[in-house]
């Protein structure tokens, strides 16, 4: 199984959250070979941003958080590729440039998105899911 994760999944690695743990659940899986994670490349200039206002962390603790991610070995796809239909369906949802490359990643590969962001959660119901959901059909 394939999924893409937005920013607002990859930080709650990261962050102590509500739903921390079961982000962490699925970073394992991913580890034991139980699913494929992929994001936009986009993603890590986000959870630098997100984790640069997160208290208490360093720009040490920021710069070590994304060298983390990249040497897991999650996918990151070039979303320069998915831009005008992004800019598109951003236009038609009335959402972000930046929400809808991950909408747009996921249906171009087929995947789910795990994400945390309500709005996705709410206009793409059966493409945008919380990872508790994307862990109980692994």
């Given at each position: 199984?394939?999924?893409?994760?937005?920013?607002?999944?990859?930080?709650?690695?990261?962050?102590?959250?509500?739903?921390?743990?079961?982000?962490?659940?699925?970073?394992?899986?991913?580890l034991r070979g139980e699913v494929e994670l992929i994001t936009c490349g986009f993603a890590l200039v986000e959870l630098s941003n997100v984790l640069r206002y997160a208290k208490g962390l360093s720009p040490r603790d920021v710069v070590d958080a994304l060298e983390a991610v990249k040497a897991i070995g999650i996918?990151?796809?070039?979303?320069?590729?998915?831009?005008?239909?992004?800019?598109?369906?951003?236009?038609?949802?009335?959402?972000?440039?930046?929400?809808?490359l991950?909408?747009?990643?996921?249906?171009?590969?087929g995947a789910k998105l795990v994400t945390y962001d309500r709005v996705l959660l709410e206009k793409?119901?059966?493409?945008?899911?919380?990872?508790?959901?994307?862990?109980r059909e692994l």
């Open positions: 199984m394939r999924a893409v994760l937005d920013t607002s999944a990859i930080a709650k690695w990261f962050l102590r959250e509500e739903e921390s743990s079961e982000c962490k659940q699925l970073r394992d899986a991913f996918e990151l796809f070039d979303e320069h590729t998915l831009l005008e239909k992004a800019v598109e369906l951003a236009f038609v949802q009335g959402i972000t440039v930046y929400d809808s991950f909408i747009s990643l996921a249906m171009e590969i793409f119901p059966k493409l945008a899911v919380v990872a508790s959901q994307l862990l």
